[in-house]
């Protein structure tokens, strides 16, 4: 059993940043996807970003070159960097673990955080 936290939310205006952690209870061991998450109201839960073991990043198209995806295995937390925010970001934002598949579905994951939401303003 994983139990993730994820922290750093808030509100924000479009063309800042802010830093997303997620801290994990344990070690994700090897061979593991961690990835970030993002549902807005009245939409589907999408795919932002992932890492694996090995440090690959994926990004959706949405946020590519604005947003970095990065671990501290020491820390057992990951971190998702956001510049260059705009209104369209605006969403409650996940974390996820799996150890199947690295990919940007939602259903590839098996352990999940609450949620930190994050407001971008125009």
């Known amino acids: 059993q994983v139990q993730l936290v994820e922290s750093g939310g808030g509100s924000v205006q479009a063309g800042g940043s802010l830093r997303l952690s997620c801290a994990a209870s344990?070690?994700?061991?090897?061979?593991?996807?961690m990835a970030w998450f993002r549902q807005a109201p009245g939409k589907e839960r999408e795919g932002v970003a992932y890492?694996?073991?090995?440090?690959?990043?994926r990004y959706a198209d949405a946020v590519k070159g604005r947003f970095t995806i990065t671990q501290d295995n020491t820390k057992n937390t990951l971190y998702l960097q956001m510049n260059s925010l705009k209104p369209e970001d605006t969403a409650m934002y996940f974390c996820?673990?799996?150890?199947?598949?690295?990919?940007?579905?939602?259903?590839?994951?098996?352990?999940w955080g609450q949620g930190t939401q994050v407001t971008v303003s125009s």
């Open positions: 344990t070690s994700s061991g090897s061979s593991y996807c």
């Open positions: 890492i694996t073991s090995l440090a690959t990043t």
């Open positions: 996820a673990a799996g150890w199947v598949v690295c990919s940007l579905v939602q259903f590839d994951y098996k352990y």
